[in-house]
T-cell receptor, first 113, second 112 residues
Framework: AQSVTQPDIHITVSEGASLELRCNYSYGATPYLFWYVQSPGQGLQLLLKYFSGDTLVQGIKGFEAEFKRSQSSFNLRKPSVHWSDAAEYFCAVGDNYGQNFVFGPGTRLSVLP | SQTIHQWPATLVQPVGSPLSLECTVEGTSNPNLYWYRQAAGRGLQLLFYSVGIGQISSEVPQNLSASRPQDRQFILSSKKLLLSDSGFYLC???????????FGQGTRLTVV
């Protein structure tokens, strides 16, 4: 079974600074990888996904993530953080049957003005 | 287009009372359906998933059960709620072959 770790529980950055949220996964086959964002009291919104092909994927709201098979990582990045990016971010891995998603514990992002 | 509906949005229930949370999906057929729970300050825990009518897989032993009486309906139930059942419950769906999961807006359950 697959698993996901997000080493950082809480990250604080200043507005305008760059951001990188870490995600490591464990899965025996080629993974399907996702990043979701959750605002307080809301459901989850998909930021981006990786299925195959180019290992650098672009998402919504200026986010991107890079799949590194050798490191079993799928880190999320943004060059300049906005105050509205403050939220909880979840990395997820799905199996290739699309029937089992596992989420990481989440990283809470705070943005300082 | 596909949409997912989850209700109620908030619920306060006494300990020992029953529970029924409903989730329906529109605009697709034979979806995979999921129930997740998010406890305060914690990540998402997969509770149940279903790949078809009447087919339920449970990920963790607990006080809850799930049913799928129709193709696009997924129900989370409990006969007697515990304080530890409090949390944020999310329903999600996807199709086969590794597509992303789409989430409902969640139900905030407080057991008092």
């Amino acid at each position: 079974a697959q698993s996901v770790t997000q080493p950082d529980i809480h990250i604080t950055v200043s507005e305008g600074a760059s951001l990188e949220l870490r995600c490591n996964y464990s899965y025996g086959a080629t993974p399907y990888l996702f990043w979701y964002v959750q605002s307080p009291g809301q459901g989850l919104q998909l930021l981006l996904k990786y299925f195959s092909g180019d290992t650098l994927v672009q998402g919504i709201k200026g986010f991107e993530a890079e799949f590194k098979r050798s490191q079993s990582s799928f880190n999320l990045r943004k060059p300049s953080v906005h105050w509205s990016d403050a939220a909880e971010y979840f990395c997820a891995v799905g199996d290739n049957y699309g029937q089992n998603f596992v989420f990481g514990p989440g990283t809470r992002l705070s943005v300082l003005p | 287009s596909q949409t997912i509906h989850q209700w109620p949005a908030t619920l306060v229930q006494p300990v020992g009372s029953p529970l029924s949370l409903e989730c329906t999906v529109e605009g697709t057929s034979n979806p995979n359906l999921y129930w997740y729970r998010q406890a305060a300050g914690r990540g998402l825990q997969l509770l149940f998933y279903s790949v078809g009518i009447g087919q339920i897989s449970s990920e963790v032993p607990q006080n809850l059960s799930a049913s799928r009486p129709q193709d696009r309906q997924f129900i989370l139930s409990s006969k007697k709620l515990l304080l530890s059942d409090s949390g944020f419950y999310l329903c999600a769906w996807n199709t086969d072959r590794g597509t992303e999961a789409f989430f409902g807006q969640g139900t905030r359950l407080t057991v008092v």
